[in-house]
């Protein structure tokens, strides 16, 4: 039978997680971005083969998200776009963060908590992704990098501009809301 939790975090709570993601944030200005990118492709190779709460698998699809939005040729971000999304990688990847990942049953709670408060900061831009990929799917076959041209990679530019500043735009609202 499922047991169903529900946490509600307050503005202090936030602040701590914040405060987490900002630690790993300031990791991320000693680490170089190919060992994050590596150490995450390491972790989800990993993850995927330990037998895992169903609350953690959950999140493994969102983790690959967050990499491929790193990783994609096609999508470049800018290093402001891409600060908080190797920063959330780092965390996931830092095996003595708030809980560390060695406790059985819990060790990966926090990093599941995390990674679900990042897909909330980081909507505009997961979503603007997850569009730019849908999209690029229902475009005929295209050729390999190196040999790419025609109307379908035209398109494929139109539409990366488009949800880019879409993104960027939604962004910018997002922070003059904000207090």
């Not at 529900?6 to 701590?16: A, G, P």
């Not at 953690?56 to 891409?82: S, V």
Request: charged residues 40%.
């Amino acid at each position: 039978m499922p047991y169903k939790i529900t946490i509600e975090f307050n503005d202090r709570d936030l602040r701590h997680f914040r405060r987490e993601l900002k630690r790993a944030r300031a990791s991320v200005g000693i680490a170089d971005d190919e060992e994050i990118l590596g150490a995450a492709t390491e972790l989800v190779k990993a993850l995927k083969r330990a037998r895992l709460p169903d609350f953690i698998t959950k999140r493994l699809g969102k983790l690959e998200t967050l990499h491929a939005m790193l990783t994609d040729p096609d999508w470049t971000l800018r290093d402001g776009e891409r600060s908080p999304v190797l920063a959330a990688l780092a965390y996931v990847c830092d095996p003595e963060d708030i809980i560390p990942d060695n406790i059985p049953g819990i060790g990966l709670l926090d990093d599941a908590v995390m990674i679900e408060l990042v897909f909330r900061e980081l909507r505009h831009e997961i979503e603007a992704y997850e569009e730019f990929r849908r999209y690029r799917s229902s475009l005929p076959r295209r050729r390999p990098a190196a040999r790419r041209t025609g109307t379908a990679d035209a398109q494929l530019a139109r539409r990366r501009t488009e949800l880019m500043a879409r993104m960027r735009r939604r962004r910018a609202e997002e922070r003059r809301r904000s207090p």
